[in-house]
């Protein structure tokens, strides 16, 4: 077995179809991997298969009609290598590895998970807490979602710490408080910090959160019930109190959530839903028995069959995956190696896992809710993409553009006096925010400038001679009719003018009577009228407001960084090693005045005398660390 694929194919001008089925009459019936390439010799899908001959001909040999969009892709495929391997396994590994360092365009690659947030409780810990956490190890920690959104997330946490008195400060907090902080006074919190707590009693607390994580909420409740009237016995009627008015949030909770099978399972049950150009994979998440979410993840064209997609999925969702059930139920496929992808997931759970397709009864019923809530989520995001599409026709047509403007890039520049200068740059695409296209820049040049600063961003960002470049379909520059001057000369300079429309949007000016922004076009004295068009300005000024936000809160961030070097430079004994540690721990002056002696001797490098010069330098500066009320406004800088 190697795992290096071939060389590109050679341009063939020959009837490629008859090339193709003479290749395909020459391939093995056995386990390996296929790369399909095009023209150009860019890999355009990977794929195993057990029987390579048998899966490529369900390409290349149709015997009855395809539809549309497959028909389309598979005239893109100009040739095909395969590579043998010893075993499904074999071909499995060498597919994944393949994929992760090809990643072809029509091959099902879902976003990294670490998006997705999920809570994260260490029991290694002396009094475990609980975080929000994007990213998932395995170190010994449990692990519970994933939530649908940060929000969702925020909101357990939030139950979990008015009903449950986990500790709430961090760890490098908790090992130097020296009194307790304010949610031990209103009984929010046990401060193990501080007080003698039984470690007993905190892990019970522990078990209780757990069950309520996992969905055990009515086994949670009834053990609740039984401490209260254990408390209501001995006339302990403050505790059984409190102990009632959890029960009753536990039960109002257990309420909201939907019971959909009587074994009180831990399951996911599957569903997909497809249109021509894209696929939607929905996510019931079932734990004991009750409904807890949903979630949804959407899949671009891919040359895949509904039983690929399916698998890959399962494979890449569930492969690192922390929150793994026991049971997976997937609508009716044709997966021919549903051991092997068991036995894999049964590796990373470390128990057996169950992979169904149930054909009637109580989980069929799942599958087609399942199935229901991604067509469901299909049609609405056909339903924007097509309102997306239909904004843009109109943002074209009304701002006189050459292009339908697909991609959009927005640049605006943040200052204060010429200090810490910075400019940012965002990016829509197909009417959506594309974050992780976001980016940010450090001005060089001197002054409070804005022309200066545009045009040095504008080259910076446009200047590479770069095929990889992605050029966008229209830029925007916040600043009226002198920024957009300078976006021309620079652009002109580069020689790419014409490769795609410059607009400028200036805020109206109240003091002159104008009720409106402004759009600014080259070639053009007077701004757009727009008057009649506000879901075009509306959603013009969307990304202008964004890039706006973007950029200050980069301004801010360096300005304190850079105030917080200079506030340390005046510090005696404090070099550039321990400067660095400082800053690579608290990040700002904020932290740094609410930290205790003892927390600033610990870093590396640093000594409780120097830690003692800074904090006293920070008072002679005008920054005392908080008291009495900063203690009522922080409970964890009490």
């Known amino acids: 077995m190697t795992s ?49 001959r048998r899966r490529l001909s369900s390409y290349f040999a149709r015997s009855g009609p395809m539809d549309i969009k497959t028909g389309l892709l598979i005239k893109k495929i100009a040739d095909f290598k395969t590579i043998l391997t010893g075993s499904e396994q074999e071909a499995l590994i060498l597919e994944s590895n393949l994929i992760k360092q090809h990643r072809p365009r029509y091959n099902v690659i879902l976003k990294d998970d670490k998006r997705y947030p999920s809570l994260r409780l260490d029991p290694g810990e002396p009094f475990p807490r609980l975080t929000l956490v994007r990213k998932t190890v395995k170190d010994g920690a449990i692990y519970f979602g994933p939530f649908a959104s940060a929000l969702a997330a925020r909101q357990t946490i939030k139950f979990i710490n008015k009903y449950f008195k986990l500790r709430k400060c961090r760890t490098r907090r908790f090992k130097t408080r020296t009194r307790p902080c304010l949610y031990c006074q209103i009984q929010g919190c046990l401060a193990p910090c501080c007080l003698d707590v039984r470690p007993a009693d905190y892990e019970e607390i522990v078990r209780e959160v757990v069950l309520f994580l996992k969905g055990r909420a009515p086994e949670l409740i009834r053990r609740v019930k039984d ?176 292009r339908l403007p697909v991609r959009i890039e927005c640049f605006d520049n943040s200052n204060i006096g010429g200090d810490a200068a910075v400019a940012a740059m965002v990016v829509f695409e197909k009417g959506k925010a594309r974050k992780d296209h976001y980016r940010h820049y450090r001005v060089a040049s001197p002054g409070p400038d804005d022309y200066a600063h545009m045009a040095e961003v504008l080259g910076r960002r446009y200047g590479k001679d770069d095929t990889e470049t992605t050029w966008p379909d229209l830029v925007m520059v916040d600043g009226g009719r002198g920024q957009l001057n300078i976006a021309m000369a620079i652009l002109g300079d580069l020689g790419l003018e014409s490769r795609f429309d410059v607009v400028a949007i200036a805020k109206k000016d109240e ?51 850079i105030g917080l070097q200079s506030a340390l430079d005046a510090v005696p004994g404090i070099g550039p090693g321990r400067k660095k540690a ?42 005392p660390r908080p008291e009495t009320a900063g203690q009522a406004a922080d409970p964890e800088t009490t």
């Open 582 to 623: 400082l800053l690579q721990h608290f990040g700002g002056i904020e932290k740094m005045r609410a930290a205790t002696v003892d927390e600033i001797a610990a870093l590396p490098g640093m000594s409780r005398k120097a830690a003692l010069a800074l904090l006293a330098h920070l008072r002679e500066q005008g920054w």
């Open 4 to 52: 290096t694929p071939p060389p590109p194919p050679e341009p063939c001008s020959e009837d490629l179809s008859a090339v193709l089925q003479e290749k395909l009459a020459r391939v093995p019936h056995d386990p390996g991997v296929y790369l399909m390439h095009d023209a150009d010799g860019a890999i355009l899908y990977v794929g195993k298969a057990k029987d390579l």
């Open 511 to 561: 003091a002159r009577g104008e009720n409106e922004d402004k759009i600014f076009k080259p070639g053009r004295s007077n701004p757009l009228n727009l008057t009649r068009d506000t879901d075009v300005m509306l959603f013009l000024q969307r990304i202008r407001d964004e890039a706006h936000r973007f950029a200050i809160a980069f301004h801010r961030r360096r300005r304190t960084r």
């Open 227 to 402: 401490q209260m009237q254990a408390a209501a016995a001995t006339q302990e009627f403050e505790k059984a109190a409190a102990l009632r008015d959890k029960m009753f949030a536990l039960t109002a909770t257990l309420e909201k959530q939907v019971a959909v099978t009587t074994d009180f399972e831990d399951r996911d049950v599957i569903g997909l839903a497809r249109s021509e150009t894209i696929g939607l994979v929905a996510v019931l998440h079932i734990r004991g028995g009750y409904l807890l979410g949903t979630q949804e993840v959407s899949i671009g064209q891919t040359l895949a069959g509904d039983d690929e997609i399916l698998e890959a999925f399962v494979r890449q969702h569930y492969g690192q995956s922390p929150w793994l059930p026991g049971e997976i139920l997937l609508p009716e496929n044709g997966i021919d190696d549903i051991g092997l992808l068991e036995e894999e997931l049964g590796r990373v759970r470390g128990a057996r896992v169950h992979i169904l397709s149930p054909q009637r009864g109580e989980k069929r019923r799942l599958v087609k809710m399942a199935k229901d809530n991604a067509a469901s989520r299909l049609k609405e995001a056909l339903a924007a993409a097509e309102h997306n599409t239909g904004l843009l026709e109109r943002v074209k047509d009304r701002l006189h553009l050459t």
